[in-house]
């Protein structure tokens, strides 16, 4: 099974349980979308799966071409490690809001392969006795702001050379936790 794939399984995933979690899917109806998502065999049928969920402003719509170039970039992104870690990495169409939430855990966001949305992108962290953490590639604009409390929040902001470079915005609060965001080749 491909990466590209999977990849976008998980963002369904992440989008469906963060609708049950808001109470917009019921038990029933959220165990037959998972299903559904999970034995999708291409990007076509998950796509078409996205298309008849009920919740088309919710769950993100799947690339349909590895190119990317007729893509629109999502919307939004919700990454969630609970007692357990995530990861994003490797190249993918990065939302243009993406919300990243680690409690007693870890997420990571590699943005390094990526293709960051023209107009650029906002990560909301928040890190509660876990971590975020952020690596953007140094092409881009970086633009940071946040706090610790009895945690870290670890930053520098970056200024690309390319006027026309999209701005990662990182706003974020670490409790107990860290947040970190770092520029790196």
Same mark, same amino acid.
């Given at each position: ?97 993406? *919300? @990243?939430? &680690?409690? %007693? +855990? !870890? =997420? $990571? #966001? ?13 990560? *909301? @962290?928040? &890190?509660? %006795? +876990? !971590? =975020? $953490? #952020? ?51």
């Amino acid at each position: 099974m491909n990466n590209q794939l999977e990849q976008e399984k998980n963002t369904v995933l992440d989008q469906l349980s963060l609708a049950y979690s808001s109470d917009k899917l019921s038990i029933d109806e959220y165990e037959a979308m998972v299903t559904r998502v999970t034995q999708a065999t291409d990007l076509q049928t998950l796509g078409q799966l996205t298309n008849a969920f009920p919740l088309t402003t919710t769950v993100a719509q799947p690339m349909r071409s590895q190119g990317h170039s007729l893509q629109t970039y999502p919307a939004q992104k919700t990454s969630i490690a609970i007692l357990s870690g995530t990861e994003m990495k490797g190249n993918f169409l990065a939302a243009r809001n993406h *919300q @990243a939430i &680690a409690v %007693l +855990g !870890g =997420v $990571d #966001i590699d943005l390094r392969e990526a293709e960051i949305p023209p107009e650029g992108m906002t990560i *909301q @962290a928040l &890190a509660l %006795l +876990g !971590g =975020v $953490d #952020i690596i953007a590639p140094p092409g881009v604009n970086v633009v940071t702001s946040g706090m610790g409390i009895l945690g870290g929040f670890s930053s520098r902001d970056n200024k690309s050379h390319d006027p026309n470079a999209p701005t990662v915005r990182v706003q974020g609060i670490a409790i107990l936790g860290g947040v970190e965001i770092r520029v790196k080749d």
